[in-house]
C-alpha cells in the first residue's frame, strides 16, 4: 500500500546531541510537510517542501533544519535539542498543483524523548 | 490572528445519542475547513472537507462564516466512532500549503 513511513517511532536522544528523524514516501506526492505536536496541543508546522523549495513557518527556531535530498525522502534534524523539543514529529504529503488544497497524508509519527 | 479553537478536550456521549463536535476559527479571508480524525493506534486522516459538502461515516460539518464556526455533527453516535477529532483551517483556501488545526476534542462513546 503506498503510504507514509516514519523512523525510528520511538527516539531518545541527550539534551544538546544532535538527531535526525526520517520520513519517506511511496505516494510520490510534490509537497512534504513536518508538524510538532506537543503534549495535548494541536499539531504545528514547522515547515514543508514545495518540490524541492523549502517554506519554513516564520516561528520555526533555527535549531530545526530539514533535508529533502529527493521526492521520497525527507529528513528533520534537531542540531541541539533540548527538554523543550520533546514531541510528537509528524510528517505529512500531499499533491499540490495550482494552489488547490489537497489533502494531507500523515505518517505515524516519532516521539522524541530528550533525556 | 490565524486560530481554530476547539472547546472541548472530551466529549463523552453513550451510542446512539447525537454528536456534535464544536470548532471556531479566526481568519479574515476565505479559508478552507477540515476535519480530521486519528482512531487508537491509527494516524491522522481526513474525515471531511467544507467544500465537498458530503456525509462520512454519518458525519457532517456546515461552515457558518457569520458565527466563524464549523462544527462536526453525527445524529446517532457508534462506539467505533470513538477517535480524537482535530479541526483544521486552510488559509487562502489552499494556495500556502498549510493547515492550522486545532487542539482536537477526544470523543469517547460509551455502549
Known amino acids: 500500500d503506498a503510504m507514509v513511513i516514519q523512523n525510528p517511532r520511538y527516539q531518545v536522544t541527550q539534551f544538546g546531541k544532535p538527531v535526525t528523524l526520517s520520513c519517506s514516501q511511496t505516494l510520490n506526492h510534490n509537497v512534504m510537510y513536518w508538524y510538532q505536536q506537543k503534549s495535548s496541543q494541536a499539531p504545528k508546522l514547522l515547515f514543508h517542501?514545495?518540490?524541492?523549495?523549502?517554506?519554513n513557518e516564520a516561528d520555526t527556531p533555527d535549531n530545526f533544519q530539514s533535508r529533502r535530498p529527493n521526492t521520497s525522502f525527507c529528513f528533520l534534524d534537531i542540531r541541539s535539542p533540548g527538554l523543550g523539543d520533546a514531541a510528537m514529529y509528524l510528517c505529512?504529503?500531499?499533491?499540490?498543483?495550482?494552489?488547490?488544497?489537497?489533502?494531507?497524508?500523515f505518517g505515524p509519527g516519532t516521539r522524541l524523548t530528550v533525556l | 490572528a490565524q486560530r481554530v479553537t476547539q472547546p472541548e478536550k472530551l466529549l463523552s456521549v453513550f451510542k446512539g445519542a447525537p454528536v456534535e463536535l464544536k470548532c471556531n476559527y479566526s481568519?479574515?479571508?476565505?479559508?478552507?475547513l477540515f476535519w480530521y480524525v486519528q482512531y487508537s493506534r491509527q494516524r491522522l486522516q481526513l474525515l471531511l472537507r467544507?467544500?465537498s459538502r458530503e456525509s462520512i461515516k454519518g458525519f457532517t460539518a456546515d461552515l457558518n462564516k457569520g458565527e466563524t464556526s464549523f462544527h462536526l455533527k453525527k445524529p446517532f453516535a457508534q462506539e467505533e466512532d470513538s477517535a480524537m477529532y482535530y479541526c483544521?483551517?486552510?488559509?487562502?483556501?489552499?494556495?500556502?500549503?498549510?493547515?492550522?488545526f486545532g487542539t482536537g476534542t477526544l470523543l469517547a462513546v460509551q455502549p
Open positions: 467544507h467544500i
Open positions: 517542501y514545495y518540490d524541492k523549495d523549502f517554506n
Open positions: 481568519y479574515s479571508g476565505s479559508p478552507e
Open positions: 505529512a504529503t500531499s499533491s499540490q498543483r495550482g494552489g488547490h488544497y489537497n489533502e494531507q497524508f
Open positions: 483544521a483551517l486552510a488559509p487562502n483556501g489552499g494556495a500556502t500549503n498549510k493547515l492550522i
